[in-house]
């Protein structure tokens, strides 16, 4: 997340200089590679990068690349990294797979500029679809780079005139918002056939910390590290808190009795539970536990917990297994953590697994892909 607003902050800020800027997106991946389809680096005329698409040793002839768009036009370049190739030009990639990255030149007047509709999905904090076409073959009317973009409202902005194909990619994209994912598409026409990449873009996480203590504060700038937007809520009402977290995006001075007043739980709301005051602790949980989480972190042990739950049952607070199942106490994944530092990493990395839905464990002993492909689906479009 943080990588994408660093691109969009540079783009935003060549617009105000009127300088020439190129998009490079991994748009297909085959096989192995450092980097997943998504992935983007922005590119300037002076030659500045921000981002990256690979670990490092693509992003010198992606940059040699603009050099050769004169006209405007979207390029689709291929890197073959199983290529006896790939020894000759130098790469030395060494990830076994074919990476496929559309190049194309950004203007902040286009409405399909795919920068400023994900800058738009991060401020109003909810999802959409982008649905970019990088191969075209036969003679059908569609060009390269033409996308379609869905935001969460329904509303759609395209520039494909191919109306089949538009209805086609609707429902699709629709899907892909509903489900929360991304996925690649061949469509199939009587006159040709292009590939859409379908990417899901996902707001980065809201996390909201109960508790202003000076443990919180590595919590607070490992999540930040990450992209995350961050609210700190503090109990006491100490007014320092605001100048020792003014990293995080808010901070709230409260009281327990009226912290419900100040927590909104949306789609991707997450938090954690520090606070070192049992009585705050209480009256947080009872409004946590129910909702609609997807992570709830909470500090202590799990005696502690286990008085908690108790206390907060006698109070006539609902816990199934389901509402329990998104509380983590102890919290944070046992990577022996006993300083304020290591302790957020152990709380920023448990969040991050299961965001992602993933066990914490160690890569060599996943029998798995590190990363899931999807399937190139194949659609026949009647005419």
């Given at each position: 997340?943080?990588?994408?607003?660093?691109?969009?902050?540079?783009?935003?800020?060549?617009?105000?200089?009127?300088?020439?800027?190129?998009?490079?997106?991994?748009?297909?991946?085959?096989?192995?590679?450092?980097?997943?389809?998504?992935a983007r680096m922005l590119i300037t005329s002076t030659g500045k990068m921000v981002g990256t698409i690979s670990g490092g040793c693509l992003e010198n002839d992606v940059f040699q690349h603009t050099r050769l768009i004169t006209d405007g036009q979207p390029k689709l370049v291929t890197y073959d990294t199983n290529a006896d190739e790939d020894i000759?030009?130098?790469?030395?990639?060494?990830?076994?797979?074919?990476?496929?990255?559309?190049?194309?030149?950004?203007?902040?007047?286009?409405?399909?500029?795919?920068?400023?509709?994900?800058?738009?999905?991060?401020?109003?904090?909810?999802?959409?679809?982008?649905?970019?076409?990088?191969?075209?073959?036969?003679?059908?009317?569609?060009?390269?780079?033409?996308?379609?973009?869905?935001?969460?409202?329904?509303?759609?902005?395209?520039?494909?005139?191919?109306?089949?194909?538009?209805?086609?990619?609707?429902?699709?994209?629709?899907?892909?918002?509903?489900?929360?994912?991304?996925?690649?598409?061949?469509?199939?026409?009587?006159?040709?056939?292009?590939?859409?990449?379908?990417?899901?873009?996902?707001?980065?996480?809201?996390?909201?910390?109960?508790?202003?203590?000076?443990?919180?504060?590595?919590?607070?700038?490992?999540?930040?590290?990450?992209?995350?937007?961050?609210?700190?809520?503090?109990?006491?009402?100490?007014?320092?808190?605001?100048?020792?977290?003014?990293?995080?995006?808010?901070?709230?001075?409260?009281?327990?009795?009226?912290?419900?007043?100040?927590?909104?739980?949306?789609?991707?709301?997450?938090?954690?539970?520090?606070?070192?005051?049992?009585?705050?602790?209480?009256?947080?949980?009872?409004?946590?536990?129910?909702?609609?989480?997807?992570?709830?972190?909470?500090?202590?042990?799990?005696?502690?917990?286990?008085?908690?739950?108790?206390?907060?049952?006698?109070?006539?607070?609902?816990?199934?297994?389901?509402?329990?199942?998104?509380?983590?106490?102890?919290?944070?994944?046992?990577?022996?953590?006993?300083?304020?530092?290591?302790?957020?990493?152990?709380?920023?990395?448990?969040?991050?697994?299961?965001?992602?839905?993933?066990?914490?464990?160690?890569?060599?002993?996943?029998?798995?892909?590190?990363?899931?492909?999807?399937?190139?689906?194949?659609?026949?479009?009647?005419?």
């Amino acid at each position: 997340m943080k990588e994408i607003n660093s691109i969009i902050t540079a783009f935003l800020d060549s617009q105000d200089n009127s300088e020439p800027v190129f998009l490079a997106t991994v748009v297909n991946v085959q096989g192995s590679s450092y980097r997943q389809p998504g992935a983007r680096m922005l590119i300037t005329s002076t030659g500045k990068m921000v981002g990256t698409i690979s670990g490092g040793c693509l992003e010198n002839d992606v940059f040699q690349h603009t050099r050769l768009i004169t006209d405007g036009q979207p390029k689709l370049v291929t890197y073959d990294t199983n290529a006896d190739e790939d020894i000759i030009w130098g790469f030395g990639l060494g990830c076994n797979g074919v990476v496929d990255v559309l190049i194309e030149c950004l203007y902040q007047d286009d409405s399909l500029n795919p920068l400023t509709f994900i800058h738009q999905c991060f401020n109003n904090q909810k999802p959409g679809i982008i649905a970019t076409i990088f191969s075209v073959e036969g003679t059908i009317n569609v060009q390269l780079g033409a996308r379609l973009i869905l935001n969460s409202d329904g509303n759609i902005n395209t520039n494909i005139a191919e109306s089949s194909l538009t209805q086609s990619l609707i429902k699709d994209a629709k899907s892909a918002l509903k489900n929360q994912y991304s996925s690649f598409h061949k469509y199939q026409l009587l006159s040709g056939e292009v590939n859409v990449f379908i990417e899901f873009i996902q707001p980065p996480p809201h996390l909201i910390i109960f508790g202003a203590g000076r443990d919180a504060v590595p919590v607070v700038e490992f999540a930040k590290a990450l992209g995350w937007q961050v609210t700190i809520i503090d109990c006491r009402a100490i007014e320092a808190t605001k100048e020792r977290f003014m990293m995080a995006n808010n901070v709230i001075l409260t009281h327990r009795e009226i912290v419900h007043q100040h927590i909104s739980i949306k789609e991707n709301t997450i938090a954690v539970v520090m606070n070192h005051n049992y009585f705050d602790d209480l009256e947080i949980l009872k409004l946590l536990i129910p909702s609609n989480l997807k992570y709830l972190g909470c500090l202590g042990s799990k005696q502690r917990t286990a008085r908690l739950l108790n206390d907060l049952l006698t109070e006539g607070i609902e816990q199934t297994p389901e509402l329990l199942q998104k509380l983590y106490t102890p919290v944070g994944l046992d990577i022996g953590a006993d300083t304020p530092e290591t302790i957020a990493l152990s709380i920023i990395t448990e969040i991050q697994a299961i965001l992602k839905s993933r066990n914490g464990g160690f890569l060599k002993d996943r029998n798995e892909p590190i990363y899931s492909r999807n399937q190139m689906q194949e659609i026949k479009i009647e005419q």
